[in-house]
């Protein structure tokens, strides 16, 4: 059990921290099989703040990790399966999308899915 009471779940080798995103992998799979999209992976990983030295202590980097990424039509596109919006989602989320105005980040609601 996570903070946030979800479960994880394994699909094939790919370890997913919710069954909402499981859901949503399975139904990305079948887009991909398709033909619909490319590239599919999990768990994508997007630098948003380098690492520094400040008052001489090291801070590391700061990342955003997505729930998937694929291309979609020749645009890359970043996916978050959310149950709700935190204050530090939120935050990444600018920051995300101040860094890489190219990628379409789609958060797709737990409910949803």
């Given at each position: 059990m996570t903070k946030y009471h979800n479960r994880r779940v394994t699909i094939g080798d790919v370890t997913l921290d919710s069954q909402a995103e499981g859901r949503r992998y399975q139904q990305l799979r079948v887009l991909a099989n398709a033909g619909?999209?490319?590239d599919l992976i999990a768990h994508?990983?997007?630098l948003l703040v380098e690492a520094r030295t400040i008052?001489?202590?090291r801070e590391r980097a700061l990342y955003y990790?997505?729930?998937?990424a694929y291309t979609e039509k020749g645009r890359r596109v970043c996916e978050?399966?959310?149950?709700?919006?935190t204050a530090v989602f939120r935050l990444k989320r600018r920051l995300f999308l101040d860094r890489y105005p190219d990628i379409e980040l789609r958060v797709i609601p737990a409910k949803e899915v």
């Open positions: 619909a999209i490319q994508p990983r997007y008052d001489g202590k990790e997505g729930d998937f978050d399966v959310k149950g709700y919006e």
